[in-house]
């Protein structure tokens, strides 16, 4: 594993509470965190369902806003930024995979990691597109859609496109929940090649303790609340 790099945190998180819902329905989802992570560091964040650990991924990534304290990504302070300013910032900045894909039905495995580095500005979209396809291994799918792939493969051009714009952040939510065991390996080998590849900082929200230990640190959360790991 890489060590963190003495150039401060990649993540910074300080005084951190967030709450959903609103009179009797509201719940405290996280409670006076404070957690930095290194540059280069990867962190498994583990915790029982419920516990807080993708919500508070989903505030690290620009997702989510806090009601207080302040969340300081790649030297910006997020909670300063405005909704297109995020946007932005995510889109040069963070590299996000999700548990159910979450790709663009009508587009092909090409243009699902080549739009987003368009609308960032990338001159070279479609080659990098490209690139990062056959890097994990389809080469051969880059004209299909969603729906002519297997979850396995979908989840290969949800991490082409998290990894596509080169990104300092890599963050990923249970990425091999919706997947067998083998596939899920060769997910977690390509995001961890990935994160090594890109000199990334890599965030990983996980049920699976062995996968939580292939990180440098593992931080737990129970209740909204980080018990271990800070």
Request: aromatic letters at 2%.
């Amino acid at each position: 594993m890489k060590a963190p790099s003495p150039a401060g945190p990649a993540i910074a998180l300080s005084g951190l509470n967030l709450s959903l819902g609103r009179d009797a329905a509201r719940v405290h989802i996280l409670r006076d965190i404070d957690l930095n992570i290194g540059r280069g560091e990867a962190i498994g964040l583990v915790g029982p369902s419920g516990s807080g650990k993708s919500t508070l991924l989903m505030v690290m990534a620009g997702l989510e806003r806090a009601d207080t304290g302040t969340v300081t990504v790649a030297g910006e302070n997020l909670r300063e930024l405005s909704e297109d300013e995020l946007a932005r910032f995510r889109g040069r900045n963070i590299g996000i995979v999700f548990q159910s894909f979450h790709l663009i039905p009508t587009m092909t495995a090409l243009e699902n990691v080549a739009v987003p580095l368009e609308l960032a500005g990338i001159d070279d979209a479609q080659d990098r597109a490209r690139a990062e396809l056959e890097l994990v291994g389809l080469g051969h799918r880059l004209h299909h859609y969603p729906a002519q792939m297997s979850g396995g493969e979908q989840q290969r051009v949800a991490v082409a496109r998290a990894l596509a714009p080169n990104p300092s952040i890599l963050v990923a939510d249970e990425p091999t929940g919706n997947l067998d065991e083998d596939t899920g390996k060769q997910i977690v080998e390509l995001l961890f090649a990935g994160y090594e590849k890109h000199g990334a900082t890599l965030v990983l929200v996980t049920h699976d303790p062995a996968l939580a230990q292939k990180c440098g640190r593992v931080v737990r959360l129970r209740s909204g609340h980080i018990v271990d790991g800070q």
